[in-house]
């Protein structure tokens, strides 16, 4: 007997989602026809949403890399994005008051202690007052969420590396050295083209055995 589409999905979400966080996402995925592709860990973004077009349906990418907990907000953020599409298509800001109600509103049901952590909820509370375009500009959020990734012993949050160390990035492998603190991100210089760039202070980023 051919399994469900719903079932199918919670199949293949289950190692990344918190198991009572399935049935939500899922049932979501089957209701508004959404491609959804896991990708690779990516600097620059957790995930994306890009509306119909072209004879294509709704498409959504996540982070395959990000812990259960990040996994799911990012998700839901990117299925504000969707309700949004649906109603105004492109009359609102991205992330305007439309986009924080839906994500807000979409969030309601899984903040219990049967999706999160307790000690993530407040934070999560706090959030959701008035969500930011990108949790990673909430450094509260990006702390608590952190807390349930594993990270080998080399790899670092730029913000634990001592100010005028040398470290590297992920993807692609660059080494720098850090400067001053510029609110929520650090000048660093890169070493081999002596340029200065300013990079977020909950960037993961590696301690080589040589950078010299």
């Given amino acids: 007997m051919r399994v469900p589409l719903q079932q199918q999905l919670e199949e293949a979400l289950r190692p990344f989602m918190p198991e009572a966080a399935l049935t939500f996402a899922a049932a979501f995925l089957v209701e508004h026809r959404v491609q959804l592709t896991l990708t690779r860990n990516r600097a620059t973004k957790l995930g994306d949403y890009r509306h119909p077009w072209q004879g294509r349906g709704h498409r959504i ?4 890399t990000l812990n259960p907990y990040a996994f799911t907000v990012t998700l839901v953020h990117e299925f504000a994005h969707l309700l949004v599409w649906e109603k105004y298509h492109n009359k609102v800001l991205p992330h305007g008051d439309e986009w924080k ?58 913000e634990e590396v001592p100010e005028g160390s040398l470290f590297a990035t992920l993807r692609p492998a660059r080494v720098f050295r850090k400067l001053e603190k510029r609110r929520t991100r650090f000048l660093c210089l890169e070493v081999k083209t002596g340029k200065h760039y300013l990079v977020h202070h909950l960037t993961e980023v590696q301690l080589p055995r040589n950078t010299e």
């Fill in 101 to 158: 109600k839906a994500f807000a509103w979409l969030m309601k049901p899984l903040l219990t202690e049967a999706v999160f952590p307790a000690n993530l909820l407040p934070v999560l509370h706090r959030y959701f007052a008035s969500p930011k375009a990108s949790s990673c500009a909430d450094p509260d959020l990006m702390r608590a969420l952190g807390q349930y990734t594993e990270r080998p012993a080399h790899i670092k949050l730029l």
């Fill in 61 to 64: 990418t996540v982070n395959q």
